[in-house]
Nanobody, 116 residues
Framework: QVQLVESGGGLVQPGGSLRLSCAAS????????MGWYRQAPGKQRELVAR???????TYADDVKGRFTISRDYAKNTVYLQMNSLKPEDTAVYYC??????????WGQGTHITVSS
């Protein structure tokens, strides 16, 4: 059974930092890409950052320069370092894993609230 275990969410003041991590287990195929998405209240889920097997990274425009995605494929873990957080970053953040076999999995989501 595939499991994605996320950690690192919480409440932070504007300008603060958080680091998310997501550890995947039970996968049947090798990982092609790992990423983070977020969904704010009343909005659609959107890509935050994604990193492929070849280390190609993609970022949403509004997080470029503030967020950094990294991965440790030996541990099947992806990280998201978030700096200079803004209130508009408030959302539920979801880990996403794409297997090379074409399957895709989602974490349960972790809440991030940026507020003073």
């Amino acid at each position: 059974q595939v499991q994605l275990v996320e950690s690192g969410g919480g409440l932070v003041q504007p300008g603060g930092s958080l680091r998310l991590s997501c550890a995947a287990s039970g996968l049947r195929f090798s990982i092609y890409a790992m990423g983070w998405y977020r969904q704010a209240p009343g909005k659609q889920r959107e890509l935050v950052a994604r990193i492929t097997l070849g280390f190609k990274t993609t970022y949403a425009d509004d997080v470029k320069g503030r967020f950094t995605i990294s991965r440790d494929y030996a541990k099947n873990t992806v990280y998201l370092q978030m700096n200079s957080l803004k209130p508009e970053d408030t959302a539920v953040y979801y880990c996403n894993v794409e297997e090379s076999g074409g399957y895709e999995y989602w974490g349960q989501g972790t809440h991030i609230t940026v507020s003073s």
